[in-house]
């Protein structure tokens, strides 16, 4: 399968890149490309415009701030499986970062990207959820702090606006004790179901539209999950049950 | 884009994706193509040494990056790279088709871990599908590539030399 | 001849150029080839209305568009493979749809471009007008019988096929104990990791077609060619080149592709290639495994089977290319290792919406051994004994060979097992198992299987000694990694006495050799093995004929060894092979290479002409081997396997192989083949699905959602050897292909079952089954 046409865009600086975003339209943003460019072989996206970020100087940086983690939009999610900052101040991401994919995918894709692909059954918007983390997004109106219980608004759906371009995701420090697990099929595939705990705060992923906090006691109360090739929606619920007790017997 | 060494310029499409102007634009067929949606690591190569699936890259993002290819560890005629040379030792190929993929993989899996515990094999060759082989003997290539890239040491048990089976016509031992 | 080579691990030749990235696979031939796409219904059922290619074909970069009626073959019916009496049904599609799509993937038109990107662009804007019709995709569904797939075939039935030995009714009835026990099996893909691949070039003016096709039968591809175009065989040639697995679907033949990219090279003028995608590869190439039995047995209280009805549902897909060899292969299996004295086995093979079935790797075995192994488990418990000992109850015995099981098998032969040695591959296999190891939710896998492998008609061999010693040898079927190159050369190389890496063979090149079958069913090793005896035996007789006149030795008392042929005894006293073949052709004009020695002035050898009566010039002969039946190898498999009781994650602890191929060439080989096919059953078994919906649509077609095992779902595989030749061939061999995957499903699902304590008797497994059947098994009654 091939991609369909489009126009290509290489910005060099942020402030191109959004000026980019606001000018065109149907246009979506390319750095990693671990998720995009699947869609785009299959043709299941067609956008018009393709705004390649990869050469945008000096946004792949991993550093402390606010007590936290700020990750940058081009940093890949080998680079931050690897940063001794990040296994010292929020080992809870390190962990994630190892379940995600296989490592010849992480060479490239980015933790930024990840976040903003939404996926429901992904590790990393329930690890940003259960952290209380946040992105920043930049346009030309200037930079807006999205916190993570606001971010994320359905499947693949983010409430980032087409002119903004993601350029940083904070993750606070990760308490004691925090684990994620999940049940997936084979090594490196989507969850099934998966929890993060960090501390006493729980996010489920996999089994809702977005990754939603719940409460460790009763996490599958409210819940209804979809089904498909390799869970019903019970099957999925009784998966809950049993990894939030795992995660919180230790 | 400098593709084994060489300059190369990247396409004028920009949908061209990086497997295909490595294999139909340059010639390069060593990197295959098993699915475009980069789960199978048939396309795996190396981006400025780590490794990336040149089927989730189009060919223009190449540009100014230096991109290695399975034709590029061991140049023509020179004896085979450590990881190949233990593929062949150890039956770690059948059909050949997702042998190159394999080979980058696991040349950027010993520059992480030299000497990768069980575990950290099966993690480092997760990400690439083989249908011929059941993994068997590539764990076990693996496993002799770590001995064979392991820097010589003068009391060093480990054994050089291959083993002494028919190889055609290709020197024998490993480069260092 | 020495035993030098044969059953050493020799290394392969073939790895140089696939580790350097040189090896040669379809795709890879560009040559300045346009590209193309097929276009396909996205319908299971569906009655065509309209095509519109006038957009496709106006799109810049597009060369041609075909559609059925562009094609002076489109109305032609492609060819029932195998036709067997009993398929009195028997329907197969055309090249390319133009009234009726009846399976989703079905190709409806051809579009060929400057390139792939633009060919698919072309595609899309390709309008068909489709009426959807109602869908069969469950084998039950087609036996239903609610909506037809062919409205000229009533109850969706392609064949019927009833075999008996003994009497079954009747032994049935008067059994002490008797169950009725049904199974069921879905469908499953091969997926080899190289998809499907054809470049043709028409050469004007040579008028002649060459053909690079990723096929396992490069000769049958070229006889379909040579008459669909109407040309002499000797003017098309059909290479497979390296190719990235067959594992059965590239037995097929003929996709339309095969047929429509040779000939838009004839009518375009340039080289067309087309190379699928995996998208593609899921809904355009065959599939199998889908079947449904019923089975009454009738036992004693020891266990012992008195009396087997199997009836059985085959899903054969929306057309019969293939004819019935799978399903005949299944119920000639289905006895396996075991004495049944009265087996009745009933199939119908059925259509449904689905891309058609033809062989994948096991190619109706594994659900033969499913239904076996798990019947005597079922007797096992009812009886009160363990499952080895039920097997032992049964197994045919060492001295009971030949032994006649007393159905037909895929040759047109009865089945027969040559021989084999089964008690002790039970208990080796339990011995190298062990102790079960500890913890709870722990089970044990263990099944049995035999396989017939080796099945004719025939094929060649050509083996030639080059004047510069250098030995060349061809074979028409071609390979897919089973290291032919390799292997055929330490066979060649024992009977000429040279050194394995001297002997270089090619194969799958009808240039090179342009008769023979193709590579499937476990045949190689059996087939072209000996072929290659045959030929290579020749070889060296001839060269001590030809030695022993300028040696003045007798050909009796002269060896082929360290590449020469020689006195025996007294080695200093003879020739080198290349001298030889030099000999073997006299000539007039010496052109180097040595030839000077059989020049006219020379001294003569021997009176009269220089070649005598019935005497051919080279050292070279072409040799044939064809069996008088197949080649039973055999096999068990045991594992001890847990499944965590909240996750259902499946864990497999200890997995040990003991099988029997007869003489092994190469042990190396054979054992990449075994664990190989492991790998494929234990995906087969508990990660692949094919998830047709109820529309007969492909959910999963891509390796994101169809679940390929990665290293990490496959346990380290424990391999032991037992030989029991095969009389009916002069190396005794059997074949290996499929062995590793024939048990597993039984394995798993036995194991399974032991460690939850639920019945399994379906395939595929996995978390979401296992949790739905203990959940329904522990609010409703056992089903057994």
Same mark, same amino acid.
């Given at each position: 399968?091939?991609?369909?046409?489009?126009?290509?865009?290489?910005?060099?600086?942020?402030?191109?890149?959004?000026?980019?975003?606001?000018?065109?339209?149907?246009?979506?943003?390319?750095?990693?490309?671990?998720?995009?460019?699947?869609?785009?072989?299959?043709?299941?996206?067609?956008?018009?415009?393709?705004?390649?970020?990869?050469?945008?100087?000096?946004?792949? $940086?991993?550093?402390?701030?606010?007590?936290?983690?700020?990750?940058?939009?081009?940093?890949?999610?080998?680079?931050?499986?690897?940063?001794?900052?990040?296994?010292?101040?929020?080992?809870?991401?390190?962990?994630?970062?190892?379940?995600?994919?296989? $490592?010849?995918?992480?060479?490239?894709?980015?933790?930024?990207?990840?976040?903003?692909?939404?996926?429901?059954?992904?590790?990393?918007?329930?690890?940003?959820?259960?952290?209380?983390?946040?992105?920043?997004?930049?346009?030309?109106?200037?930079? $807006?702090?999205?916190?993570?219980?606001?971010?994320?608004?359905?499947?693949?759906?983010?409430?980032?606006?087409?002119?903004?371009?993601?350029?940083?995701?904070?993750?606070?420090?990760?308490?004691?004790?925090?684990?994620?697990?999940?049940?997936?099929?084979?090594?490196?595939?989507?969850?099934?179901?998966?929890?993060?705990?960090?501390?006493?705060?729980?996010?489920?992923?996999?089994?809702?539209?977005?990754?939603?906090?719940?409460?460790?006691?009763?996490?599958?109360?409210?819940?209804?999950?979809?089904?498909?090739?390799?869970?019903?929606?019970?099957? $999925?619920?009784?998966?809950?049950?049993?990894?939030?007790?795992?995660?919180?017997?230790? | 884009?400098?593709?084994?060494?060489?300059?190369?310029?990247?396409?004028?499409?920009?949908?061209?994706?990086?497997?295909?102007?490595?294999?139909?634009?340059?010639?390069?067929?060593?990197?295959?193509?098993?699915?475009?949606?980069?789960?199978?690591?048939?396309?795996?190569?190396?981006?400025?040494?780590?490794?990336?699936?040149?089927?989730?890259?189009?060919?223009?993002?190449?540009?100014?990056?230096?991109?290695?290819?399975?034709?590029?560890?061991?140049?023509?005629?020179?004896?085979?790279?450590?990881?190949?040379?233990?593929?062949?030792?150890?039956?770690?190929?059948?059909?050949?088709?997702?042998?190159?993929?394999?080979?980058?993989?696991?040349?950027?899996?010993?520059?992480?871990?030299?000497?990768?515990?069980?575990?950290?094999?099966?993690?480092?060759?997760?990400?690439?599908?083989?249908?011929?082989?059941?993994?068997?003997?590539?764990?076990?290539?693996?496993?002799?590539?770590?001995?064979?890239?392991?820097?010589?040491?003068?009391?060093?048990?480990?054994?050089?030399?291959?083993?002494?089976?028919?190889?055609?016509?290709?020197?024998?031992?490993?480069?260092? | 001849?020495?035993?030098?080579?044969?059953?050493?691990?020799?290394?392969?030749?073939?790895?140089?150029?696939?580790?350097?990235?040189?090896?040669?696979?379809?795709?890879?031939?560009?040559?300045?080839?346009?590209?193309?796409?097929?276009?396909?219904?996205?319908?299971?059922?569906?009655?065509?209305?309209?095509?519109?290619?006038?957009?496709?074909?106006?799109?810049?970069?597009?060369?041609?568009?075909?559609?059925?009626?562009?094609?002076?073959?489109?109305?032609?019916?492609?060819?029932?493979?195998?036709?067997?009496?009993?398929?009195?049904?028997?329907?197969?599609?055309?090249?390319?749809?133009?009234?009726?799509?009846?399976?989703?993937?079905?190709?409806?038109?051809?579009?060929?471009?400057?390139?792939?990107?633009?060919?698919?662009?072309?595609?899309?804007?390709?309008?068909?007008?489709?009426?959807?019709?109602?869908?069969?995709?469950?084998?039950?569904?087609?036996?239903?019988?609610?909506?037809?797939?062919?409205?000229?075939?009533?109850?969706?039935?392609?064949?019927?096929?009833?075999?008996?030995?003994?009497?079954?009714?009747?032994?049935?009835?008067?059994?002490?104990?008797?169950?009725?026990?049904?199974?069921?099996?879905?469908?499953?893909?091969?997926?080899?990791?190289?998809?499907?691949?054809?470049?043709?070039?028409?050469?004007?003016?040579?008028?002649?077609?060459?053909?690079?096709?990723?096929?396992?039968?490069?000769?049958?591809?070229?006889?379909?060619?040579?008459?669909?175009?109407?040309?002499?065989?000797?003017?098309?040639?059909?290479?497979?080149?390296?190719?990235?697995?067959?594992?059965?679907?590239?037995?097929?033949?003929?996709?339309?592709?095969?047929?429509?990219?040779?000939?838009?090279?004839?009518?375009?003028?340039?080289?067309?290639?087309?190379?699928?995608?995996?998208?593609?590869?899921?809904?355009?190439?065959?599939?199998?495994?889908?079947?449904?039995?019923?089975?009454?047995?009738?036992?004693?209280?020891?266990?012992?089977?008195?009396?087997?009805?199997?009836?059985?549902?085959?899903?054969?897909?929306?057309?019969?290319?293939?004819?019935?060899?799978?399903?005949?292969?299944?119920?000639?299996?289905?006895?396996?290792?075991?004495?049944?004295?009265?087996?009745?086995?009933?199939?119908?093979?059925?259509?449904?919406?689905?891309?058609?079935?033809?062989?994948?790797?096991?190619?109706?075995?594994?659900?033969?051994?499913?239904?076996?192994?798990?019947?005597?488990?079922?007797?096992?418990?009812?009886?009160?004994?363990?499952?080895?000992?039920?097997?032992?109850?049964?197994?045919?015995?060492?001295?009971?060979?030949?032994?006649?099981?007393?159905?037909?098998?895929?040759?047109?032969?009865?089945?027969?097992?040559?021989?084999?040695?089964?008690?002790?591959?039970?208990?080796?296999?339990?011995?190298?198992?062990?102790?079960?190891?500890?913890?709870?939710?722990?089970?044990?896998?263990?099944?049995?299987?035999?396989?017939?492998?080796?099945?004719?008609?025939?094929?060649?061999?050509?083996?030639?000694?080059?004047?510069?010693?250098?030995?060349?040898?061809?074979?028409?079927?071609?390979?897919?990694?089973?290291?032919?190159?390799?292997?055929?050369?330490?066979?060649?190389?024992?009977?000429?006495?040279?050194?394995?890496?001297?002997?270089?063979?090619?194969?799958?090149?009808?240039?090179?050799?342009?008769?023979?079958?193709?590579?499937?069913?476990?045949?190689?090793?059996?087939?072209?093995?000996?072929?290659?005896?045959?030929?290579?035996?020749?070889?060296?007789?001839?060269?001590?004929?030809?030695?022993?006149?300028?040696?003045?030795?007798?050909?009796?008392?002269?060896?082929?060894?360290?590449?020469?042929?020689?006195?025996?005894?007294?080695?200093?006293?003879?020739?080198?092979?290349?001298?030889?073949?030099?000999?073997?052709?006299?000539?007039?004009?010496?052109?180097?290479?040595?030839?000077?020695?059989?020049?006219?002035?020379?001294?003569?050898?021997?009176?009269?002409?220089?070649?005598?009566?019935?005497?051919?010039?080279?050292?070279?002969?072409?040799?044939?081997?064809?069996?008088?039946?197949?080649?039973?190898?055999?096999?068990?498999?045991?594992?001890?396997?847990?499944?965590?009781?909240?996750?259902?994650?499946?864990?497999?602890?200890?997995?040990?192989?003991?099988?029997?191929?007869?003489?092994?060439?190469?042990?190396?080989?054979?054992?990449?083949?075994?664990?190989?096919?492991?790998?494929?059953?234990?995906?087969?078994?508990?990660?692949?699905?094919?998830?047709?919906?109820?529309?007969?649509?492909?959910?999963?077609?891509?390796?994101?959602?169809?679940?390929?095992?990665?290293?990490?779902?496959?346990?380290?595989?424990?391999?032991?050897?037992?030989?029991?030749?095969?009389?009916?061939?002069?190396?005794?061999?059997?074949?290996?292909?499929?062995?590793?995957?024939?048990?597993?499903?039984?394995?798993?699902?036995?194991?399974?079952?032991?460690?939850?304590?639920?019945?399994?008797?379906?395939?595929?497994?996995?978390?979401?089954?296992?949790?739905?059947?203990?959940?329904?098994?522990?609010?409703?009654?056992?089903?057994?």
């Amino acid at each position: 399968m091939k991609p369909p046409r489009f126009e290509y865009h290489a910005p060099s600086t942020i402030d191109e890149a959004c000026a980019l975003l606001t000018s065109l339209e149907d246009a979506k943003v390319l750095a990693g490309g671990q998720s995009l460019m699947p869609l785009l072989n299959f043709r299941l996206a067609r956008p018009a415009h393709l705004v390649d970020i990869n050469r945008v100087a000096g946004l792949d $940086r991993i550093y402390e701030r606010d007590g936290g983690v700020g990750v940058q939009a081009l940093a890949r999610q080998a680079a931050v499986e690897d940063s001794e900052l990040v296994a010292r101040v929020c080992p809870l991401l390190s962990d994630a970062l190892r379940l995600v994919a296989h $490592r010849v995918i992480r060479n490239r894709g980015t933790v930024c990207g990840s976040i903003a692909h939404a996926d429901p059954a992904s590790e990393l918007p329930a690890v940003l959820l259960a952290l209380g983390g946040h992105v920043v997004a930049r346009s030309k109106r200037g930079d $807006r702090k999205i916190e993570a219980g606001a971010l994320f608004a359905g499947v693949f759906e983010t409430s980032i606006a087409p002119d903004e371009l993601v350029v940083e995701a904070w993750f606070p420090r990760s308490p004691k004790p925090s684990a994620i697990l999940e049940e997936s099929r084979r090594h490196g595939d989507f969850a099934l179901a998966g929890v993060v705990r960090a501390g006493d705060r729980l996010a489920l992923f996999g089994v809702a539209p977005t990754p939603v906090v719940a409460d460790a006691k009763d996490p599958a109360r409210g819940l209804q999950p979809s089904g498909d090739l390799e869970a019903t929606p019970e099957f $999925r619920l009784h998966l809950v049950r049993v990894l939030t007790e795992k995660a919180f017997a230790a | 884009m400098k593709v084994n060494g060489f300059a190369h310029p990247a396409p004028s499409d920009p949908r061209r994706l990086l497997s295909d102007h490595l294999r139909h634009d340059l010639g390069l067929t060593g990197t295959h193509v098993g699915c475009e949606h980069g789960v199978c690591g048939c396309c795996t190569i190396l981006l400025d040494g780590a490794p990336v699936r040149s089927c989730l890259m189009l060919a223009v993002q190449a540009e100014g990056h230096e991109v290695t290819t399975i034709e590029g560890l061991a140049p023509e005629g020179a004896p085979l790279h450590a990881v190949q040379q233990a593929f062949h030792e150890c039956h770690g190929l059948q059909c050949g088709f997702c042998t190159p993929g394999f080979v980058m993989s696991v040349v950027g899996l010993l520059e992480q871990h030299p000497q990768p515990t069980d575990e950290q094999i099966d993690e480092g060759i997760a990400g690439n599908l083989c249908r011929c082989t059941g993994y068997a003997s590539i764990r076990r290539a693996v496993k002799r590539a770590a001995v064979l890239s392991a820097p010589l040491t003068p009391d060093s048990s480990t054994p050089l030399t291959p083993d002494p089976s028919p190889l055609r016509g290709e020197g024998a031992n490993p480069p260092t | 001849m020495s035993t030098r080579w044969f059953g050493e691990r020799v290394q392969r030749a073939e790895d140089d150029r696939f580790l350097r990235g040189k090896g040669r696979f379809t795709d890879d031939i560009d040559e300045g080839a346009l590209e193309s796409v097929l276009v396909r219904s996205p319908y299971a059922h569906a009655r065509i209305k309209s095509i519109d290619v006038s957009a496709a074909r106006a799109l810049p970069g597009v060369f041609a568009v075909y559609t059925a009626r562009d094609l002076p073959f489109g109305g032609t019916d492609l060819p029932i493979l195998i036709p067997h009496p009993n398929l009195t049904h028997g329907r197969t599609q055309r090249c390319l749809a133009s009234e009726r799509v009846r399976y989703m993937g079905e190709a409806v038109a051809f579009v060929v471009a400057e390139n792939r990107a633009i060919a698919e662009d072309a595609a899309e804007l390709v309008e068909v007008d489709y009426e959807p019709l109602p869908v069969v995709i469950t084998p039950e569904a087609a036996e239903r019988a609610e909506h037809l797939v062919h409205d000229d075939v009533p109850g969706n039935v392609a064949a019927e096929l009833v075999q008996e030995k003994g009497d079954a009714a009747a032994a049935l009835a008067s059994a002490p104990r008797r169950k009725h026990l049904r199974f069921r099996y879905e469908r499953g893909a091969a997926n080899p990791m190289e998809a499907r691949a054809v470049w043709a070039r028409w050469s004007e003016h040579e008028k002649k077609l060459t053909v690079y096709d990723s096929t396992q039968s490069p000769t049958s591809i070229r006889g379909g060619l040579a008459v669909l175009f109407g040309l002499p065989e000797s003017q098309v040639e059909v290479i497979a080149p390296d190719v990235g697995g067959g594992f059965g679907p590239k037995i097929m033949l003929f996709y339309p592709d095969e047929l429509l990219v040779p000939y838009a090279a004839m009518q375009l003028g340039r080289p067309v290639k087309w190379t699928e995608d995996r998208q593609e590869h899921f809904t355009a190439v065959n599939q199998e495994r889908g079947q449904v039995h019923e089975v009454d047995v009738g036992y004693d209280d020891d266990g012992r089977v008195i009396a087997l009805v199997d009836d059985f549902i085959h899903d054969g897909g929306a057309y019969t290319p293939y004819g019935i060899i799978l399903p005949i292969i299944t119920a000639g299996q289905v006895p396996g290792p075991y004495k049944v004295p009265n087996y009745r086995v009933r199939f119908r093979d059925m259509y449904t919406n689905a891309i058609p079935t033809s062989p994948y790797r096991g190619a109706g075995r594994p659900h033969a051994c499913f239904v076996m192994e798990r019947t005597l488990d079922t007797i096992a418990a009812d009886v009160g004994i363990d499952r080895a000992e039920v097997r032992r109850r049964n197994l045919i015995q060492p001295d009971e060979f030949p032994y006649e099981v007393g159905v037909g098998w895929q040759d047109g032969n009865m089945v027969i097992y040559d021989s084999g040695d089964y008690p002790k591959l039970l208990e080796t296999a339990l011995e190298k198992l062990g102790p079960r190891p500890a913890g709870e939710n722990v089970g044990m896998g263990l099944g049995m299987y035999v396989e017939g492998t080796g099945v004719g008609p025939y094929e060649g061999a050509h083996v030639q000694v080059l004047v510069s010693g250098k030995v060349v040898a061809a074979t028409g079927i071609p390979n897919q990694g089973q290291a032919h190159a390799t292997v055929w050369a330490q066979v060649v190389a024992d009977e000429l006495g040279v050194d394995v890496t001297g002997v270089e063979v090619t194969s799958g090149d009808t240039r090179r050799f342009p008769w023979g079958v193709g590579t499937f069913a476990s045949r190689g090793a059996v087939t072209a093995g000996n072929a290659m005896h045959v030929a290579a035996r020749m070889v060296a007789e001839k060269a001590k004929k030809i030695a022993a006149d300028h040696l003045e030795a007798d050909p009796a008392d002269l060896e082929l060894a360290g590449g020469a042929v020689r006195v025996k005894g007294s080695p200093q006293r003879g020739m080198p092979l290349g001298a030889v073949a030099v000999l073997s052709n006299p000539v007039r004009y010496a052109f180097g290479g040595g030839t000077e020695a059989a020049t006219q002035f020379t001294p003569k050898a021997r009176p009269g002409p220089p070649l005598a009566d019935g005497e051919e010039p080279g050292l070279e002969a072409t040799g044939y081997f064809s069996p008088v039946g197949s080649a039973w190898a055999s096999g068990c498999h045991a594992a001890w396997l847990r499944v965590d009781p909240k996750t259902y994650r499946l864990e497999i602890l200890k997995y040990v192989v003991v099988h029997d191929c007869g003489k092994i060439i190469n042990p190396m080989v054979v054992e990449g083949q075994i664990e190989g096919g492991v790998a494929q059953g234990i995906g087969g078994a508990f990660y692949e699905r094919l998830a047709y919906d109820s529309d007969g649509q492909l959910r999963n077609a891509s390796f994101m959602e169809f679940l390929m095992p990665y290293a990490t779902e496959i346990p380290k595989i424990e391999i032991e050897h037992i030989e029991t030749p095969s009389p009916l061939n002069p190396l005794g061999v059997k074949g290996v292909g499929e062995a590793g995957v024939i048990p597993v499903g039984a394995v798993i699902g036995s194991g399974i079952e032991d460690a939850l304590g639920i019945p399994i008797s379906e395939m595929p497994l996995s978390p979401l089954k296992l949790y739905e059947l203990s959940t329904s098994a522990s609010t409703s009654t056992s089903t057994r």
